[in-house]
């Protein structure tokens, strides 16, 4: 029994770096359809800004006298930094391609996933970056289960975020344009919603969560690595498959699904450690397959499937 | 200068400023201090190529490199004509003879790079059935490559079967092995198969990767022997035959140049079969094909097994050559890198596939010096030939006329 919550509480941790990840993916395909290949890479840029900042401030004894507020500092600055990064992104490689075809701006995409992989892997080499991680130890044992301040930082966090996008997209103005322009391009225009800014404050939204993600995820492995986004960013597209393409509420509740799935399974499925990385594309094709609107999903025109 | 030049200056500048934001953070923060000499440095390179580019871009489209540009194009029309009329055997005898006394001319060396591209050429053209013709990206196309690879491997470190016995049954399993691939995914369309064939790519390699007791896990496999050949002999006035294995790089790159021309022309003749304009049909508008009596479903699985059939028969090349097979060569970056290729050489085009493959594997022979900067640059070349010109550098010919045709 201790071990199943121990495990519970490892999938949720995961589960939640998913959504986080998934969201981007989810709010840039409802509102230009596209699944955003570069999307994995800006998480691990933020998991390298996190490390490049973090042993900065380390090295200058930030973090020695004020932990708290240099992990808040890089996180804030890292969110940025990909945001910008995303942005630029969107403008030379998917804007230009608005009105060609869906191919094009996919392969685009891919091209720039490439890129930014391999520029990461220029600039910050080829090997594994160890986080400085004298601060995040420690944790308490609770009815049995170990949990690790980390952890505890992890899920406050993502909790926080998810809230603040919900109140975003739901509670103000720029999210009602947002919701309009995934709904309506031409019919929101209209009505006066500068849809070229939409679409980027969206890409910068969701690059802003999958930085916070990378920082997170490298925190609580203790490194990072240039191609560390690939694998996470196709298990996060599948979780924001699985909640429904397009649907926010649906793409947290997809993150936590993988992530308790892939966890569960490497722990009680025989050599499911090894093929744990195979789970979540299974679901991403089961349910493509079954249930292509996903949880939550809405109507799925022809067009999208 | 025009407020519209002055406009897309002022963009350009501030996107320049941009990039060293985001540069400066990646290069400048390290060993406890920060730096700004060398991003500088970088930045002041890569700013100094761009505006020189844009500067070209600005004057072209204003016209003013008419002078220059207008003889190159008549040029290039001209030989173009001339080719088009000159009888097909005069094309391709020059290069039919230079094919074939390559190994003579070369060294080891371009001899080992010719034998790649070869190899490449052979998987473009099996992807190209599936992207270039019908339309449908496929993210994972290096797990048929793989799994033509391990049958070979297998077949012959076990029952230590002939290269030319296992090259049909490589292609035949990995025609399965697209058929199985293929038909849970061919509902969906455009980008969920993107991605649902690279998870497959990947569940693949990762299944090679780990099941020890069959493929030898990341160790891979070892002990692959080299094709043979029969040779008759007449010794003592009996006739027999010898086998002769073939370990001589030449000899390779004759059986890969063969297996490349044999690809060349299956899918030359794919293409311009009722095969082809079927899946032309489907590339084009999948609805409408339907409606025209196209069994698409069919179609694109078929698509799906003859473009793994060709990685297949390259697979089992490429055992047999390095005689030694792990999961480290069939990543996603490669099947990245063969689409690169078709994309790069112009989808659906025979000509753009081979351009393609020599543009993406013998051009960085030459630059050795930029190894690192490879695929960097494969990226950035992929995104920017979207931008510039998505049909590639040799796009395919189309044919017949259409109604939004003008003349």
Known sequence: ?305 | MTRGSRKSWQYFGLGLAWFYLLLWPLLGIRDGALHFAETTAVWLRVALGATLCFALYRLGKAGRLDAALKPLAAARDAVGNTLARAPRWMLLLPLAVFALSYPVLTNRYAQDVAINVLVYICLGLGLNVVVGLCGLLDLGYIAFYGVGAYTYALLSIHYSLPFWVCLPICAALAAIAGCLIGYPTLRMRGDYLAIVTLGFGEIVRIVINNWMALTGGPNGLLGIKSPGIYLPQLVDGSFSFEYLVIRKLEYLYYIILALAVFTIIAVYRINFSRIGRAFEAIREDETAAELMGVDTFRFKLLAYALGAVFGGLAGAFFAARMRFVSPESFTFIESAMVLAMVVLGGMGSIPGVILGALALVALPEMFRGFELYRMLAFGGAMAFMMLVRPAGLWPAARLGKRSDDTE
């Open chain 1, 1 to 305: 029994m201790d071990y199943l919550f121990q495990q519970l509480i490892n999938g949720l941790t995961l589960g939640g770096v998913y959504a986080l990840v998934a969201l981007g993916y989810t709010m840039v395909y409802g509102i230009i359809s596209l699944i955003n290949f570069a999307h994995g890479e800006i998480f691990a840029a933020g998991g390298y800004l996190g490390v490049i900042l973090l042993s900065y401030m380390a090295s200058q004894g930030v973090m020695d006298n004020h932990p708290w507020f240099g992990l808040a500092f890089a996180l804030i600055l890292a969110m940025g930094y990909c945001a910008m990064l995303a942005m630029a992104v969107e403008k030379v490689a998917y804007k230009p391609l608005r009105s060609s075809s869906r191919l094009s701006v996919l392969l685009s995409a891919l091209g720039m996933s490439i890129f930014l992989q391999n520029g990461l892997m220029l600039t910050q080499g080829v090997y594994d970056k160890a986080y400085p991680t004298e601060f995040t130890h420690g944790g308490f044992e609770w009815l049995g289960v170990r949990v690790s301040f980390m952890q505890i930082g992890i899920l406050a966090v993502t909790g926080l975020l998810l809230v603040l996008l919900n109140a975003l997209v739901f509670k103000t103005r720029i999210g009602k344009a947002m919701r309009a322009t995934s709904q309506d391009k031409v019919m929101s225009a209209l009505v006066g919603i500068h849809s070229d800014k939409v679409i980027s404050t969206t890409f910068a939204i969701g690059a802003a969560l999958a930085a916070a993600a990378g920082i997170m995820v490298g925190l609580y492995y203790g490194s990072v690595r240039y191609d560390m986004g690939f694998v996470p960013g196709i298990k996060a597209f599948a979780a924001a498959v699985l909640g429904g393409i397009g649907n926010i509420t649906g793409a947290m509740i997809g993150g936590l699904i993988i992530g308790m799935v892939e966890i569960l399974a490497a722990a009680y499925i025989p050599h499911g450690g090894e093929y744990k990385d195979v789970f979540a594309f299974v679901i991403l094709i089961g349910v493509l397959y079954f249930m292509p609107t996903g949880i939550m999903g809405e109507n799925v025109d022809d067009t999208r499937v």
